[in-house]
């Protein structure tokens, strides 16, 4: 989970693994971005769900919304090297309020 | 894709000069935002901006912060008298719109203060 205390997660995978990670949020939203962050470079939006979807697919992105329980996921299938990058959540609480991000998700693939 | 640009990259300065940090938002986007992200935390919100205003600005953004768009030419923020706990990258976003609307990030400006 991204929200809350907690440091941010790390994973390691290697290439052709799958990897999931999991966000959960404090407050309604009607909107889940996944933003990733290379080293040295600002976050870059890679999907969006909207609270009427429960699942969006995006190449080998799939991203899913739940908003009874305030949880979101990402997964990445067949994992490849330049997927190694941190994963963030984050969600709109009010339109004019920019985005809450969380922790984040340090992804590292292995060849 | 839309890039945003951020000018400088680094900067480093005494504690209580000022600094004015600079954003190149991409060209069509009415909403402007900064964010802070200090090293290993997350990235928070600091203020948006559209029309020439200030729409909403967080806790973060003490008094010493301001923002402004003068005649379409850079969005910046100023930090005035800047102080120990200032040193972080801030990061300068844009967007079409609001509520879903994808938000543009640029590469960041590291700030240090000594």
């Known amino acids: 989970s991204q929200w809350g205390e907690e440091n941010l997660q790390a994973l390691s995978i290697q290439e052709g693994e799958d990897v999931t990670m999991n966000c959960s949020y404090k407050t309604y939203t009607t909107v889940v971005h996944w933003y990733r962050q290379d080293s040295g470079r600002g976050p870059a939006l890679i999907i969006l769900?909207?609270?009427?979807?429960r699942e969006k697919r995006s190449g080998r992105l799939r991203a899913t919304l739940d908003t009874s329980s305030q949880s979101s996921s990402l997964s990445i299938t067949a994992a490849q090297c330049e997927d190694t990058a941190v994963y963030f959540c984050?969600?709109?609480?009010?339109?004019?309020?920019?985005?809450?991000f969380g922790l984040g998700t340090r992804v590292s693939v292995f060849p | 894709g839309p890039k945003v640009l951020q000018i400088p990259s680094h900067q480093i300065i005494d504690m209580g000069q000022m600094v004015t940090l600079n954003c190149d938002p991409v060209s069509n986007h009415l909403y402007f935002y900064w964010y802070k992200q200090i090293l290993g935390q997350q990235m928070e919100f600091l203020v948006n901006f559209y029309n020439g205003k200030v729409m909403e600005k967080s806790k973060l953004f003490k008094d010493q912060f301001s923002v402004e768009r003068p005649d379409g030419s850079y969005f910046t923020l100023k930090i005035q008298p800047t102080a120990l706990e200032d040193s972080a990258v801030y990061f300068c976003a844009s967007s079409l719109g609001l509520g879903g609307h994808t938000q543009y990030f640029g590469p960041g400006t590291r700030l240090l203060v000594l």
């Open positions: 769900i909207r609270s009427n979807e």
């Open positions: 984050a969600t709109e609480f009010n339109y004019a309020q920019g985005l809450t």
